[in-house]
């Protein structure tokens, strides 16, 4: 009994020291403030959650070990190629990174198709392969990209694979994986929980999605490796998402990302591929912008950008998302440009994979509406992730408008200024719409009380979900 009353009370000082620790940094007011009643009211969970949650340490880490290579620094210098969009040089004077061409750009509005593109891409691959999911199932779909990549191995092709210890779990067993290695391929977790060094730092996933092949083509979207992405196709429920691909100069930042994320991992320097580029020779170019983002990061480009474009919209604003748990600031932001007159649409889906954040979102619905914002939800699982803003510029790649990926993952966003491709984007927009159904104010006001208290609650929690 005594020992149990002494390891209490080092946990009580514990959790104390962290609430001053806490408060003496910068984390946003609803944060804190979720923090300090997990400390107060359940310190024992409170204090482990903030360890392998909530620590800040991971930017310090990665800074280490990336100063050691100076070929993997990102490049921040001013560039003074400039084009006619005022949302483009916005992002310029943010990010301190010059827009990249991009040709050959399409979306890919399902798993059926994008694996089908890919897989064919895979195979007409010639010296190198870049593979990064933050899901890899080890099941039909997983194992025929696996064993895809290895029959490459055999071509000669240099094949790299990187997932996510948790997200891609699955992989520890997978026969596949360990084939695919015994030929020759190279594959490494993300922040592995059963290490040492990264134990603690499980809660910083990367949420990153993309596929480099030969430094000519490039995957990422929403889409991940696995048979639910394919939904009616593979026997399961319906799932709606989507990916884009593209050649060009900004092909070569999305390989830089994955070098990043490669040396981090293995320390190994891969930048030896991005040398060689060749243009596709499509007739359409587009300029765009490669924004990584994560906890590495002092500034996270992707929610700094996303913000200051909102606040320059004039016209519209469509915001595709499976989860919405922004901060206060995000969401001040969207309630001024509705009431200012500016359409804002946000798409979600009405059955959400995970439940508890689909709640959290939920509790946002009645002020958001009341601003005059239109919400919609589709009968089907959906996992795109589109911003269209002024039906001139897009927003693509792995980002939810969540707490989680704009402050915790490790993401891509792809930006491209270009009215065309917004006015595809938009058509897809409204097809979401044709199989959803938009929310009337008054049923939200009216929904049972014990349903707005269970929303309530994991809004509450939301800046540590």
Known sequence: MKIFLFVEYLFNI?????????????????????????????????????????????RRIINIKLNRNPYILRDNKVSDRVIENKFCNMVCSITKKPPMSLDCLELLESAATTYSRLANDILCAEKYIFFQYYIIRNDETGKFFLNLLTHKLNEGVKVYILYDWVGSIGMIRSRALKEFVSKGGKAAPFLSPLSFKTFSLANFRNHRKLVVIDGNICYTGGINI?????????GMDEWI?????????????????????WYYCTKEDLTNHLIEYRQEGCNRIYYSHVIPSGPDQKINFIYESLLSIFSKAQESITIITPYLVPDETMINVL????????K???????KNNHPIVGAAGRSYYEELMESGIEIYETKYMLHSKIVLIDNSVVSTGTVNMD??????????????????????????SLNYISIAKRLDLDTIRALPKYKKIFDGLCRAFSPIL
């Not at 910068?26 to 959650?49: N, Q």
């Not at 309630?335 to 500016?342: A, E, W």
């Not at 990926?405 to 792809?414: D, G, I, R, T, Y």
């Open 14 to 58: 514990a959790a104390i020291l962290l609430i001053l620790y806490i408060l003496l940094g910068k984390k946003e007011p609803r944060a804190t403030f979720s923090w300090m009643i997990a400390l107060v009211f359940v310190p024992v969970l409170g204090v482990l959650l903030y360890i392998f949650i909530g620590r800040p340490r991971l």
């Open 226 to 234: 696995g048979n639910e992405y394919l939904g009616k196709f593979s």
């Open 241 to 261: 998402d989507c990916h884009v691909r593209f050649a060009g100069e900004a092909v070569i930042d999305m390989g830089r990302i994955f070098c990043e994320d």
């Open 335 to 342: 309630k001024n440009i509705s009431l200012l007159g500016i």
């Open 344 to 350: 804002v649409k946000i798409i979600l889906p009405g």
């Open 403 to 428: 707490n989680r990926s704009m402050k915790l993952n490790f993401e891509v966003s792809l930006l491209v200024y270009s009215e065309e491709f917004a006015k595809h984007v938009n058509s897809i």
